[in-house]
């Protein structure tokens, strides 16, 4: 738990000091730099919740909505 | 099918008519510019030698297909409509094992029998609906989730903020989902009543077969998420984002077609099956607390990395830890390959048992070995077109992107899986 209370505290460390103007995105705008599943990887993460007894924390389901677990 | 095709046609009306109310105002640049479509296809197969229906031994043949659609259109400049419909047609052997007795095979765990059970079609729609703020500083979402299969139905809803801030740098979101679900159970043959009265004769084992069996008295399955998401960007080549859910589940949490057998009971067979001694028994909630980070850098314009992690604690004793990465190298302004691997290991819930080991006075168990010990690997390719002037076009109807992927799944617990998924997306102008 403290690994991630220090994650989050340096994370928002960088918040107030960072600022990449938009003219300057050219490579974060690039899709593939997305911070977020692909479409297609929707699938995958679908029989993973099947097959693994864990679910979420990467923007899909968490649980629900199927008799998956 | 019927029904999302109506939500679609309705849906896509509703929309134009708002989007022309609209065309006097100032000129906004909008958050959707077109219309966009998606057809998204997998194909997905799997076999192995611990089915859950089976009480953790046999076979576990699946295959499964899910054609899907997403529509997105923009509604005046600041708020997109999405619709997303799809089905998951599958079949199974070890789910056509819940009444092996079908007369035309030998009834055997290791051999798939021909009932209804063998396969079956969810069917769900996922409309959705955000609204940006002028600025784009502000996003508002709401959700709602509708899902049909023959032994389970389900209806969900959420919405979600996100604060844009930093010029743009850092995004903070909030969200939370419900889902009310409830299962129709289809108890393994043997289990339901009159069972002994049709098969008594042909059942063999010392004794009486007298299953401890009770049918479940709560059938609803409730589930609700909270999730917090934090991202970064710390330089123009590289940002982060963070993200922790909490989940809560109550009611009908074990699966009532998945059999167990006891170790302090007496073994019954009809052929070469063993009788269930009893359903899963699993507790009636769970909490759950996943929370996992990404990273994005790009090397350079060609070669990027992206990468994810991810730990996982919940209630029932299981802790996992995921780590996966994807490298995509542009070999041209339109193709795109990348190379993906994933790792995966989990603790077992304290509640899993292999075949024969439980005990009939244990208060909960179960022998399916998605909640036993394991790790996985995950690896695979993918290979994208895009071409953001969409130059191929049918009438008003131009291509964007095509994607494919194909994985290949390993766990150390036998099983073995293949995934491909096909995607193509098209904007109507």
Known sequence: MKKIMLCVLGLLSFTSCVAVREYEKVSLNDEEMKLSSKDLERFETNFQIYREGSAGGNGGKTGGGCGCN | MKNILMLLVVGGMGCSLLAQENKSQEYVKKVLENTEVELLYSYYNQDGTHASVTGGEGTEQLTDMTPTIVVSIPVGEN????LDAGLSAYTSASSSNINPFDGRNPASPWIESSGASRSDVLSYVHPSFSHSSKDRNNILSVNAALSNEFDYNSIGFGGGYTRLMNDKNTELGVSGQVYLDKYNPQYPIELRSGFTG?????????????????????????????????????????????????????????????????????DFFI???????????????????????RISYAFNEAVTFRGYMRYYYDTWGINSTTASVEIPIKISDKFTVYPMYRYYVQTASKYFFPKDVALSTDLYYTSDYDLSAFNAHQYGFGISYKDIFTTAKIWKIGLKSIDFRFNHYERSTDLKANIFGLGFKFIVE
């Open chain 2, 79 to 82: 708020n997109v409509l999405t």
């Open chain 2, 198 to 266: 049709s098969f008594g004769s042909s059942i063999t084992g010392n004794g009486t077969y007298t299953p401890q069996f009770v049918p479940f008295a709560q059938l609803k399955r409730n589930s609700y998420s909270g999730s917090l998401t934090l991202s970064q960007i710390f330089t123009k080549k590289f940002q982060a984002s963070l993200s922790m859910d909490f989940v809560f589940q109550e009611g009908l949490l074990s699966t009532p077609h998945q059999r167990v057998y006891f170790a302090d009971k007496g």
């Open chain 2, 271 to 293: 052929e070469d099956f063993q009788l269930a001694d009893d359903a899963e028994r699993l507790p009636f909630n769970r909490y759950k607390l996943p929370i996992g980070a």
